[in-house]
C-alpha cells in the first residue's frame, strides 16, 4: 500500500505543526544562546562592526549566587574591542547604595573589597549610574588566573557578597581578543 494523503488533511496540519513546532523551539534555542563557551562558566560573544571591520568580545561570568532584591544573578563582563580590552564591569543587578568616594579625577567611586583566591583588598571602582562598576585592569588580570573570586559592594541594606567561579577560562582567547593575560595578587 502507498503512503497517501488522507482525505480529510490531518497528515499535513500534523506535519505542519509539528515543523513550526520545532522551528519555533530551535529559534528560542538560538536566541537564548547566541555565545559560545569560553571555558569554565563563562560565556563569549563576538561580532565585527560592518563598517569599520573592528572586532569585539564580550566574555561574561554570572555570579554563583544572586543578592537579595534581584531577579538575576551578579555579572563581570569584559568588553574587547581591537584587540584590547576596552572596560571590565561588575554588574550587580541589584540595587547598590551611591558612591562612597570621589575618584582621582572627581568621577563617583565606590570602594569595594576583592577576594581573589586566598588575597584580599580594596578598590575604588567607578560608579556608573547606579547600575554597574568599572573593574580596574589590574584586577581583572588577578580574577582571570584565580579559582575564586569575590566582590563585596554596599547596598542600601549593608555589605552584600557576590561570589564568582572564574576557574576555566581559556586563556588563549582571552590574550587573543583582550591582549590580556592573568597575574596573582
Avoid at 584587540?83 to 550587580?92: E, Y
Avoid at 570621589?102 to 568621577?107: A, I, L, R
Avoid at 554596599?154 to 561570589?163: C, R
Wanted: proline share 8%.
Amino acid at each position: 500500500m502507498s503512503p497517501r494523503l488522507n482525505t480529510n488533511g490531518e497528515f499535513p496540519v500534523k506535519a505542519f505543526v509539528a515543523c513550526f513546532v520545532l522551528l519555533c523551539a530551535a529559534a528560542a534555542l538560538f536566541a537564548q544562546e547566541g555565545g559560545i563557551s569560553a571555558g569554565g562558566k563563562w560565556m563569549e560573544y563576538d561580532s565585527q562592526d560592518q563598517m569599520t571591520l573592528v572586532k569585539t568580545a564580550r566574555f561574561e561570568l554570572d555570579a554563583d549566587n544572586s543578592l537579595p532584591g534581584s531577579e538575576s544573578s551578579p555579572k563581570i563582563l569584559l568588553f574587547c574591542t581591537g584587540g584590547k580590552l576596552s572596560l571590565a564591569d561588575f554588574r550587580p543587578n541589584a540595587m547598590i547604595a551611591p558612591p562612597n568616594r570621589p575618584g582621582f579625577w572627581g568621577q563617583p567611586q565606590m570602594e569595594v573589597t576583592v577576594r581573589v583566591d586566598n588575597s584580599h583588598s580594596n578598590h575604588g571602582w567607578n560608579w556608573v549610574n547606579g547600575h554597574f562598576l568599572s573593574i580596574d585592569k589590574g584586577t581583572t588580570r588577578e580574577m582571570l588566573g584565580a579559582q575564586i573570586f569575590k566582590v563585596e559592594i554596599q547596598t542600601p541594606s549593608g555589605p552584600e557578597i557576590a561570589n564568582f567561579s572564574p576557574a576555566g577560562i581559556d586563556l588563549n582567547r582571552v590574550k587573543k581578543a583582550c591582549d590580556l593575560t592573568p597575574k596573582k595578587p
